[in-house]
C-alpha cells in the first residue's frame, strides 16, 4: 500500500492550495478513514481533519475550521485538502493518512492509521 501526496508549495498569507494523495494497492480505501496531519519544525504532528469510514461526515481541528476543506474521491483513490486564508502558522509539513480500523474517537490520534504518505511541504509567509 502506498500513499503518494503532491501539492503544496509556498504562498502568501491569505492565499490558497490544495494538496493531494493518492492510494495505490489498497482494495478497501472507499471504506478507510482518511486524514490529514501536519508537523512544523521542533512540534509534534498534529491532526487537521478527517473523512470517518465511508459516512461522509467531516471533522477538523479547531485551528482549520471553516478554512480548510477535505474531500475525498474513492473512484480515483484519492483524498484532497484544500486550505484557504492560509496563515504563517500553517506552515507545516503535510502527511494523509489512512486506516481501516480506526474508531472514532481515536480520530485525531497519529497511532490509529496503518498507511501514510511521504509528506509535503506548505509554507505560508508573511
Known amino acids: 500500500v502506498q500513499l503518494q501526496a503532491s501539492g503544496g508549495g509556498l504562498v502568501q498569507t491569505g492565499g490558497s492550495l490544495r494538496v493531494s494523495c493518492t492510494a495505490s494497492?489498497?482494495?478497501?480505501?472507499?471504506?478507510?478513514?482518511v486524514a490529514w496531519f501536519r508537523q512544523a519544525p521542533g512540534k509534534e504532528r498534529e491532526f487537521v481533519a478527517a473523512?470517518?469510514?465511508?459516512?461522509?461526515?467531516?471533522y477538523y481541528s479547531d485551528s482549520v475550521k471553516g478554512r480548510f476543506t477535505i474531500s475525498r474521491d474513492n473512484a480515483r483513490s484519492m483524498m484532497s485538502l484544500q486550505m484557504n486564508s492560509l496563515k504563517p502558522e500553517d506552515t507545516a509539513v503535510y502527511y494523509c493518512?489512512?486506516?481501516?480500523?480506526?474508531?472514532?474517537?481515536?480520530?485525531?490520534?497519529?497511532?490509529?492509521?496503518?498507511?501514510w504518505g511521504q509528506g509535503t511541504q506548505v509554507t505560508v509567509s508573511s
Open positions: 473523512i470517518f469510514r465511508n459516512y461522509g461526515r467531516k
Open positions: 493518512a489512512a486506516s481501516g480500523t480506526v474508531i472514532m474517537s481515536s480520530m485525531t490520534l497519529t497511532g490509529s492509521y496503518s498507511y
Open positions: 494497492g489498497r482494495q478497501s480505501f472507499s471504506t478507510d478513514t
